[in-house]
């Protein structure tokens, strides 16, 4: 009876052929997360030579209303923190890093 219940939920036991019902070429494709580079506007690039700053958080801070580095080092630690995406320990990276 147990090795009935495992070729009923494992298709790699011997005596049961592998199931096709899944059809891969009908799957649609998964969208990408962009690369450095991509979608960065230009003014915020520098922020990817920050260690721990990647081009997912630089492009929320773009979302979040931060189009220039002037803007960056006006807003405070808890500012850029409190964008959603970014957090506090991006925050303080950024701001330890704008103020050398």
Not at 55 to 73: M, W
Request: hydrophobic share 35%; proline share 8%; aromatic share 4%.
């Amino acid at each position: 009876m147990f090795v009935q219940l495992l070729r009923c939920l494992c298709n790699c036991l011997p005596g049961r052929k592998p199931s096709r019902d899944r059809d891969m070429s009908a799957a649609a494709p998964r969208e990408r997360t962009p690369r450095a580079g991509g979608g960065i506007p230009e003014g915020l690039q520098s922020l990817l030579d920050i260690p721990g700053i990647g081009p997912k958080t630089v492009q929320y801070l773009h979302e979040g209303g931060y189009a220039s580095l002037a803007d960056i080092r006006a807003a405070s630690e808890e500012e850029l923190a409190a964008v959603e995406g970014v957090g506090p320990r991006a925050g303080a990276a950024l701001k330890k890093a704008l103020s050398q």
